[in-house]
């Protein structure tokens, strides 16, 4: 009798021990996402998505009109567009603080310029200048600092890099009221990248330690600053990739040709939970390609790094064919860079990791389980507006934002 009270026992404590087990492991079904709305902006274009720290108010950039805009997605099916600014010149991304109260805009402005606006009553409190033009302004969680890409942007079609002056990481420091901000440069010259003396600065994510990890998209890298000091971390090259893509504009979308030694060349960055990044490979450079060595800039994908630039997962061909199983590839871009894996968004659920990657001629974004960042799975194409920009996630209301260059609308998925 007491022999099958212990074998019962045991038999018990297994059978508690599996069920925890499964109960600590992450979900298999993540949510799936439907379009909202595609609603069309106030003005011409919408490009660059911040949100209030509620999620029910964003602030676009539209480039074309060079004025901030404001709009009320309470409703995420019936949004409402709540008013605009004059920038000027033209905007080229925003940001919100912590507390909700300033919206941070920068305009390509000579001298480069950052516009803080009152975000209920949308009127300017200050404007900070600086050399340069800004490219991506980010705002730490804990609302101390944002962090400025000032790319000094070349002419993609004209000069070859090196391209002075430099670019570099403009620190502000958000302390107190915005008459009291002030801010610190931050020197990325001088990297083993590609183009030592001209960085090119794009996009800009930073982590819970006040990490900024930056692409150096045309020197195909990455580099992380301490945003308390000011000091380097690491930088590293994002490497090339070689995998099958459509190479050809033939009207026909078919993964047949051979992409050889293709550098990632990122744009948008994120951190992942784990610490780890991902990177968005749209291409950029291409002022020494030749196409009759079969040689080609963007990666066509995304990639899983650590935060050393290891290679934790790359995309491949996936992305593409996934793109056209939707029925969204355009193959009259076939010859340049394909969809143009351009935006990254992260997005916690449950116990799972949602990763949203914007595709500018895909005509949305692919959504990812990033819960296994060595194997992600693919799990459905987001169809929104035309030639997407910005993204954004917003994990508290279980909404996803895509900012649609093409036709001037900001598309809202929520849950299904």
């Given amino acids: 009798m007491r022999k099958k009270i212990v074998v019962l026992s045991a038999s018990l404590l297994l059978g508690a021990g599996l069920f925890f087990l499964l109960l600590s492991r992450p979900t298999t079904n993540p949510m799936r996402l439907e379009l909202a709305n595609n609603f069309p902006v106030t003005g011409l274009v919408a490009e660059i998505i911040a949100a209030s720290p509620d999620g029910k108010t964003v602030v676009y950039t539209d480039s074309e009109?060079?004025?901030?805009?404001?709009?009320?997605?309470?409703?995420?099916?019936?949004?409402?567009?709540?008013?605009?600014?004059?920038?000027?010149?033209?905007?080229?991304?925003?940001?919100?603080?912590?507390?909700?109260?300033?919206?941070?805009?920068?305009?390509?402005?000579?001298?480069?310029?950052?516009d803080i606006l009152d975000?209920?009553?949308?009127?300017?409190?200050?404007?900070?200048?600086?050399?340069?033009?800004?490219?991506?302004?980010?705002?730490?969680?804990?609302?101390r600092f944002a962090a400025i890409a000032i790319e000094n942007q070349r002419d993609d079609e004209e000069i070859a890099m090196p391209n002075l002056p430099a670019g570099y990481l403009l620190i502000v420091d958000l302390k107190g009221e915005p008459r009291n901000w002030s801010t610190?440069?931050?020197?990325?010259?001088?990297?083993?990248?590609?183009?030592?003396?001209?960085?090119?600065?794009?996009?800009?994510?930073?982590?819970?330690?006040?990490?900024?990890?930056?692409?150096?998209?045309?020197?195909?890298?990455?580099?992380?600053?301490?945003?308390?000091?000011?000091?380097?971390?690491?930088?590293?090259?994002?490497?090339?990739?070689?995998?099958k893509a459509d190479l050809n504009s033939d009207g026909k979308a078919e993964l047949k040709d051979d992409l050889k030694n293709a550098r990632r060349e990122p744009d948008g960055i994120a951190?992942?939970?784990?610490?780890?990044?991902?990177?968005?490979?749209?291409?950029?450079?291409?002022?020494?390609?030749?196409?009759?060595?079969?040689?080609?800039?963007?990666?066509?994908?995304?990639?899983?790094?650590?935060?050393?630039?290891?290679?934790?997962?790359?995309?491949?061909?996936?992305?593409?064919?996934?793109?056209?199983?939707?029925?969204?590839?355009?193959?009259?871009?076939?010859?340049?860079?394909?969809?143009?894996?351009?935006?990254?968004?992260i997005m916690g659920q449950g116990r799972s990791t949602l990763a949203f990657i914007g595709c500018e001629y895909g005509n949305g974004a692919a959504m990812y389980d990033l819960s296994n960042e060595t194997r992600p799975r693919f799990l459905q194409w987001l169809k929104g507006g035309s030639a997407p920009e910005g993204l954004l996630a917003l994990r508290e209301r279980n909404l996803f934002l895509t900012a649609n260059e093409g036709d001037g609308t900001i598309s809202v998925f929520q849950k299904k």
């Fill in 271 to 345: 951190w992942t939970p784990p610490g780890n990044l991902i990177t968005a490979n749209e291409g950029d450079y291409s002022q020494d390609v030749d196409k009759d060595d079969n040689s080609f800039v963007g990666g066509r994908g995304f990639t899983v790094f650590s935060r050393q630039g290891k290679v934790l997962f790359d995309s491949g061909d996936e992305l593409e064919a996934e793109a056209i199983r939707a029925g969204v590839y355009d193959d009259d871009r076939s010859e340049k860079r394909g969809v143009e894996a351009e935006g990254v968004a």
């Fill in 119 to 143: 975000m209920k009553t949308r009127q300017l409190q200050r404007e900070i200048t600086f050399p340069g033009q800004p490219d991506c302004i980010v705002v730490s969680k804990d609302g």
């Fill in 184 to 243: 610190r440069r931050v020197e990325l010259t001088g990297l083993k990248v590609r183009f030592p003396t001209d960085p090119e600065p794009e996009y800009v994510a930073i982590n819970d330690k006040n990490e900024a990890a930056i692409t150096l998209q045309e020197n195909n890298g990455v580099v992380i600053v301490n945003l308390e000091n000011g000091k380097i971390l690491e930088s590293w090259s994002c490497g090339a990739v070689s995998h």
């Fill in 65 to 114: 009109a060079r004025q901030f805009g404001w709009v009320d997605i309470s409703n995420p099916a019936s949004p409402r567009a709540l008013g605009t600014y004059p920038a000027k010149q033209e905007p080229t991304s925003v940001a919100v603080t912590k507390n909700g109260k300033w919206a941070l805009g920068v305009v390509n402005d000579v001298p480069g310029r950052l």
